[in-house]
Structure formats: structure tokens, C-alpha cells
């Protein structure tokens, strides 16, 4: 069984920074791309960034220069450093994970953590 547990957000002025770790538990044979998503209320599920397992990135416009993705490999995490944060960031946000797992011929599945709740007020 794989768990994806999220963490880090909480209420932020404007202007501040969080955060946001993501960590990976459970009969893991490798973990291919990790990312964020984020849902503000109404909204759909948006991506905010993503990191190849060696270490190539990408990000949603809206926080290109702002946010930086990262991963420890040896740690199963993923971690998102979110800076200047704007009204506009207030979401729950989703790690997300494309998991090779179980036993051989082992399987790939995509997996999400529970959500964290990032508010930032002005």
C-alpha cells in the first residue's frame, strides 16, 4: 500500500511565504514524476508545478518566480518553497506522485496526499 501524506500550509499575509512538504510511504519500487496541483473553491484542479526524477522542473505561469519545486529522492519527498504569496495562491493544495510499486512485475499508478489548505489573506 502507498500513502501520499501532505503538509505545510496554513494562513499567510500577503507578501509571505510557506512551505509545503509531500512525503511518500509503502512498498515503493521507484517514484517517477512528483508535482503540485492546487483547487481554489469553484475551480478546477490546476498544476502548479512539477519535478522529474532527475530533476527537471515545470511551472504554471502564475507562479513562474515565485515558487520553487524541489525533491529528496532518498527521503521519497517533494517539496514546494511558495514566496510572495498573493490572495490568488488560497487553495488546497495536492502533492501528486506516479509511483512504480508492489512486487515485480510491479505496477505504476498515479497517487494524490489528503490536501493541505494554503490561505493567504490580505
Known amino acids: 500500500q502507498v500513502k501520499l501524506v501532505d503538509s505545510g500550509g496554513g494562513l499567510v499575509q500577503v507578501g509571505g511565504s510557506l512551505r509545503l512538504s509531500c512525503a511518500a510511504s509503502g512498498s515503493i519500487f521507484r517514484i517517477n514524476d512528483m508535482g503540485w496541483y492546487r483547487q481554489a473553491p469553484g475551480k478546477q484542479r490546476e498544476l502548479v508545478a512539477a519535478i522529474t526524477t532527475g530533476g527537471s522542473t515545470n511551472y504554471a505561469d502564475s507562479v513562474k518566480g515565485r515558487f520553487t519545486i524541489s525533491r529528496d529522492n532518498a527521503k521519497n519527498t517533494v517539496y514546494l518553497q511558495m514566496n510572495s504569496l498573493k490572495p490568488e495562491d488560497t487553495a488546497v493544495y495536492y502533492c501528486?506522485?506516479?509511483?512504480?510499486?508492489?512486487?515485480?512485475?510491479?505496477?505504476?499508478?498515479?497517487?494524490w496526499g489528503q490536501g493541505t489548505q494554503v490561505t493567504v489573506s490580505s
Open positions: 501528486h506522485a506516479e509511483i512504480k510499486s508492489g512486487s515485480w512485475p510491479y505496477r505504476t499508478s498515479d497517487y
